[in-house]
């Protein structure tokens, strides 16, 4: 079962809602890294492009690029912070990373992209490779100001 599924509504708003989210990776001997990503959710897969920001190499050679490349394990997170700690909340999700070449992202990704970010209506998306990411196992945790709070591992 797909473990997005199992998440909360308002874990899933949040998932999907939240402009940034982090991107743990981690080459074949272990060597970590975490970035900042934008994203979209489409029918449970996050989709991340490999965009046209300012970039001081070539896309194709980025870190995370390479890593997944090594090693396709990842972590996503996207979290909520208050001052007022009892609010805190996140949703982790692990799983599997691929590069996917333009022509292999479905048709509906790039329109919902443009939508959550209007930069990316400037951009030429359709020319730039994606990471698609495959839930396998969800985390999400509430602090106990936040709606519902809890602790749970789903996957």
Not at 44 to 65: C, F, H, N
Not at 84 to 104: F, K, N, Q, S
Request: glycine share 8%.
């Amino acid at each position: 079962m797909d473990c997005l599924s199992t998440l909360a509504p308002d874990d899933l708003n949040l998932l999907e809602k939240a402009r940034v989210g982090h991107l743990a990776t981690a080459s074949g001997t272990g060597g970590p890294s975490v970035v900042p990503i934008c994203y979209v959710l489409h029918q449970g897969r996050i989709y991340s492009p490999v965009d046209a920001k300012p970039k001081s190499i070539p896309a194709r050679q980025l870190l995370r690029i390479r890593h997944i490349r090594e090693n396709p394990r990842v972590c996503f997170l996207v979290d909520h912070y208050e001052e007022a700690w009892t609010r805190l909340r996140y949703v982790m999700v692990r799983g599997r990373a691929a590069l996917l070449e333009p022509g292999d992202v479905p048709p509906p990704v790039l329109p919902r992209l443009r939508e959550k970010y209007p930069q990316y209506q400037r951009m030429s998306l359709e020319k730039f490779p994606m990471i698609g990411i495959d839930p396998e196992r969800c985390t999400a945790w509430k602090g106990r100001g936040a709606r519902g709070s809890r602790i749970e591992d789903r996957g």
